[in-house]
């Protein structure tokens, strides 16, 4: 059987998992462990380090669509070269083979092509989850971000802190975080973002967050930022396109929707905190009137 063209390993488990046998679904929850290394040693390694036996791992590679480990393993090791590739090394591996056609419709088809891919792997009971965390105002909101993702962090904290109160942005300066760690309680919710060359600081923090009981709400690339394995709920974005840098196209289009689906259940609470704010914008004659 050949493999679903441009699905990750990871995807293709998450996809499938139900499917999965007891001794299968161990494995696999072993690998997205340490996601994507797991799959790079030899089968007895890889069927040691999950408890299960070598022809095990074999048959869950072919119901995931490889021929066997041997293809399994060829995937994970191209994705792992994807995820450590800096900026220098995306623009190559696009530039090297691109058609002759105009950068908006390379971008244009790309971006659509993630949507697509993206659509298709998230849970609508995961989207409804995650708004009805995100809506509860028993739960303080806390949201991150790192290096390039802290603008979709801020562009989500504007939104939500419009929407409800108890919603903080976490400073990009991770030598305070420690301080923000001190205000979280036990129900709360970290809503981070992280994608590949998924940062350290960001990681130490979920966990922090994690042991103080906060539930985390990851918006993460098609590999997975090493987060998910600590978030409540994740949302697995596309986020490759013929560029140097990732596209955060489809991630914005995810944060969003999540955004209007907040607004829409809490709308009569959320009406009047917008009227109020339209006043304080009069008051600092913030905007413009065309009188």
């Known amino acids: 059987m050949e493999p679903v063209p441009d699905l990750t390993v990871a995807e293709r488990i998450r996809g499938r998992f139900e499917s999965l046998t007891r001794a299968e679904r161990q494995l696999a929850n072993a690998m997205l462990e340490t996601y994507p290394v797991s799959g790079l040693g030899s089968i007895t390694v890889v069927a040691e380090a999950s408890g299960v036996s070598p022809p095990t791992v074999v048959r869950m590679a072919k119901k995931l669509g490889f021929g066997g480990f041997h293809d399994l393993q060829a995937a994970m090791r191209a994705e792992l070269e994807a995820i450590i590739s800096n900026s220098i090394t995306k623009h190559d591996l696009w530039a090297e083979n691109a058609p002759d056609t105009h950068i908006l419709n390379l971008f244009a088809d790309a971006v659509m092509e993630n949507m697509r891919q993206t659509l298709r792997q ?3 009971d995961v989207f409804n989850d995650v708004v009805a965390l995100l809506s509860d105002k028993g739960r303080a909101v806390h949201v991150v971000g790192g290096r390039i993702t802290r603008s979709l962090a801020d562009y989500f904290f504007t939104h939500m802190q419009v929407i409800r109160n108890g919603v903080t942005l976490v400073a990009s300066n991770s030598n305070t975080w420690p301080h923000f760690v001190l205000n979280m309680q036990a129900g709360d919710v970290l809503v981070v973002f992280d994608i590949r060359r998924y940062e350290h600081d960001i990681l130490r923090l979920a966990k922090m967050a994690k042991s103080k009981g906060v539930d985390l709400v990851l918006f993460t690339d098609q590999w997975g930022s090493p987060v998910a394995k600590l978030a409540s709920h994740s949302f697995h974005c596309r986020i490759e396109a013929p560029s140097a840098w990732d596209s955060s196209v489809v991630t914005l289009f995810i944060v969003e929707a999540v955004i209007a689906a907040v ?17 304080l914008f009069d008051q600092t004659k913030m905007f413009r009137k065309f009188k």
Do not use: A, F, N
């Open 122 to 124: 998230i849970s609508p």
């Open 263 to 279: 607004e829409t259940g809490t709308w009569e609470e959320t009406k009047d905190r917008m009227k109020t704010l339209e006043q």
